[in-house]
């Protein structure tokens, strides 16, 4: 076997596969052997096909195959040898289609475009500045965290007439075209939180009683799809293709009377003895809202990392290249259209991997398995106590943990988790950060620009 690499451009290639007998023709005979065992023909007992018939019949494509496996192994090969940085997969060219006799198979060549990474030395030094913004935690905030607390760990009770913080056990009953009741619809029992509902549909229920009706569209008494799956116990296919109001009739109205901001409070949320009195109970909550907003400053800073590194490296790509390449590789048919309407997205994606593997190369930025099977456990005790039980010895978590990274989307999550924190740590050390703490307000604001 012979390949000729043919540099197009910067970032496209040719490489022309010459392929002799010697390269596949024992495998070839090996697979016209072993599939002559497996087929049954008329006329012939199993597995005595003559290997002639066989290869009449089926030989061209087990040549393929076999020719494809070949292929596919030594232009890996090549590219590991070589030290190429290939973007997408190799593409057959057109060229592919004069390629040789498949009728008497003798020499065959075979022209393959490769898509190169462009080269690329990322540099994480004091002159490259970024902004880390944190949520300031001002008294606004922690009355309305203590006041989201208390109504969590307050009681229900009934009330005449529904207000804005109330809530609404009845009835769904599903309407026709007409709003009138749909014969064989859907009926189901559920409840809705006039809080968490469109501000223009809230109108709609308050000041509504028990046995009172109101008509409603579904979709904006619910937070999303998988809500309103569990509000009208639904399937998601069916979710998707709802359409029309309901009728909602009205059985109870709740009231959420707060929990009293007491002792008996303190030591339901943090243990008995552990808060003595309200300062230190507020101290306590401030610290927690710190500690969970830390991550949304996280992925923030991730966000305008990713941005501002784009922005003054932006790696050139072989476009057109890729293009090609996501249509013919998609699992399901897709247009030349589709590609290039979502083409900015993945494009964008792309140069953002070329820089961080750069980071993860040049810094040596490692993840040890440790380290995963650490944060995997993490993450497990932590579920545990979500649900108030103690985590189980060391032994059976770290056992646990382990068949977690069994699965592979669950492993390359932990694993990717752990970069981002890793990066994130590396910029801080050597980039220029300035911290800048700011209202929720203004953060929510900064983290919806995109």
Request: hydrophobic share 35%; no cysteine; proline share 4%.
């Amino acid at each position: 076997m012979h390949i000729t690499e043919e540099k197009v451009s910067d970032q496209n290639a040719l490489l022309k596969i010459k392929i002799t007998p010697e390269d596949y023709s024992d495998k070839y005979n090996q697979a016209l052997k072993q599939y002559r065992k497996q087929v049954s023909m008329p006329g012939f007992r199993p597995g005595k096909v003559p290997i002639g018939v066989v290869k009449k019949r089926y030989g061209k494509s087990l040549l393929a195959e076999e020719l494809n496996k070949v292929l596919s192994d030594r232009i890996q090969k090549y590219i590991t040898e070589k030290d190429l940085q290939v973007l997408g997969s190799p593409m057959p060219t057109d060229q592919n289609e004069d390629q040789g006799d498949w009728d008497n198979p003798s020499d065959f060549e075979f022209t393959y475009e490769l898509g190169l990474a462009p080269d690329l030395k990322v540099n994480i030094d004091k002159k490259k500045k970024f902004e880390y913004f944190t949520i300031k935690v001002d008294d606004k905030l922690l009355d309305e965290q203590i006041g989201d607390i208390a109504r969590r760990y307050g009681k229900l009770v009934d009330a005449e007439n529904a207000k804005e913080k109330d809530m609404l056990v009845g009835d769904f009953v599903e309407l026709d075209e007409n709003d009138e009741i749909k014969e064989g619809g859907i009926l189901n029992t559920s409840t809705i939180a006039i809080e968490h509902i469109d501000a223009d549909v809230q109108k709609d229920f308050i000041g509504k009683k028990p046995g009172d009706s109101v008509v409603v569209d579904p979709h904006k008494v619910s937070r999303n799809h998988e809500d309103l799956e569990r509000m009208l116990n639904i399937s998601h296919e069916q979710v998707h293709q709802l359409s029309g109001n309901f009728q909602f009739n009205i059985n109870e109205v709740k009231e959420m009377i707060p929990a009293e901001i007491n002792q008996e409070l303190f030591d339901k949320i943090f243990g008995e003895g552990e808060v003595q009195d309200e300062k230190e109970f507020r101290a306590r909550v401030k610290d927690d809202i710190q500690k969970g907003f830390s991550q949304d400053s996280d992925r923030l800073f991730k966000r305008d990392i990713t941005n501002k590194l784009i922005e003054d490296y932006n790696p050139t790509l072989p476009d057109d290249f890729l293009k090609r390449w996501i249509q013919m590789s998609n699992e399901k048919p897709i247009t030349a259209d589709e590609v290039e309407r979502d083409y900015d997205s993945y494009r964008k994606s792309l140069q953002w991997q070329l820089i961080f593997n750069d980071l993860i190369k040049q810094d040596e930025i490692k993840i040890e398995q440790d380290e995963v099977i650490d944060r995997a456990k993490t993450l497990l005790s932590s579920q545990y106590a979500q649900y108030g039980l103690p985590a189980p010895d060391d032994n059976e978590l770290t056992e646990t943990a382990m068949k977690v990274l069994a699965d592979q989307d669950e492993s390359r999550k932990l694993y990717d988790m752990l970069y981002d924190e890793k990066l994130v740590e590396y910029i801080r050390n050597n980039a220029t950060v300035k911290d800048k703490e700011v209202a929720y307000d203004k953060f929510v604001e900064l983290a919806q620009k995109g």
